[in-house]
């Protein structure tokens, strides 16, 4: 249980940490936030619970390919936003186009033998 919960708040202060650097230098947060910190993270819990560079592996490629239809975002939300769209019709608009990509790179992969 405290391995649980050293995992979340580790996890949590890096995202509280990028949010209050955001706040007076948004370039440094947007640097903070490209970073993988939460998949290397997720990479390294694993292969402290599991042991298994297979399972290690097969994490790393799927984060691979679900960042790519994530990456459109970060240009339609400050896109939206600076047409005058208001914070939370952008950011659900965004996050549905996100969405629809994730279905798209799924069924494409799928076509070249790649499941995930």
């Given at each position: 249980?405290?391995?649980?919960?050293?995992?979340?708040?580790?996890?949590?202060?890096?995202?509280?940490?990028?949010?209050?650097?955001?706040?007076?230098a948004p370039a440094l947060g947007g640097l903070i936030l490209?970073?993988?910190?939460?998949?290397?993270?997720?990479?390294?819990?694993?292969?402290?619970?599991?042991?298994?560079?297979?399972?290690?592996?097969?994490?790393?490629?799927?984060?691979?390919?679900y960042v790519l239809p994530t990456l459109p975002l970060f240009?339609?939300?400050?896109?939206?936003?600076?047409?005058?769209?208001?914070?939370?019709?952008?950011?659900?608009?965004?996050?549905?186009?996100?969405?629809?990509?994730?279905?798209?790179?799924?069924?494409?992969?799928?076509?070249f033998g790649i499941m995930l």
């Amino acid at each position: 249980m405290l391995y649980l919960v050293l995992k979340a708040a580790l996890s949590g202060v890096i995202i509280a940490a990028a949010s209050e650097t955001s706040r007076r230098a948004p370039a440094l947060g947007g640097l903070i936030l490209s970073l993988p910190l939460v998949s290397v993270l997720a990479f390294v819990w694993l292969w402290y619970d599991a042991g298994d560079k297979a399972r290690v592996a097969a994490l790393s490629q799927s984060t691979f390919w679900y960042v790519l239809p994530t990456l459109p975002l970060f240009l339609v939300l400050p896109a939206l936003l600076r047409h005058g769209l208001g914070f939370w019709p952008a950011l659900i608009a965004g996050c549905a186009l996100t969405f629809v990509l994730y279905l798209v790179t799924i069924w494409l992969l799928a076509k070249f033998g790649i499941m995930l």
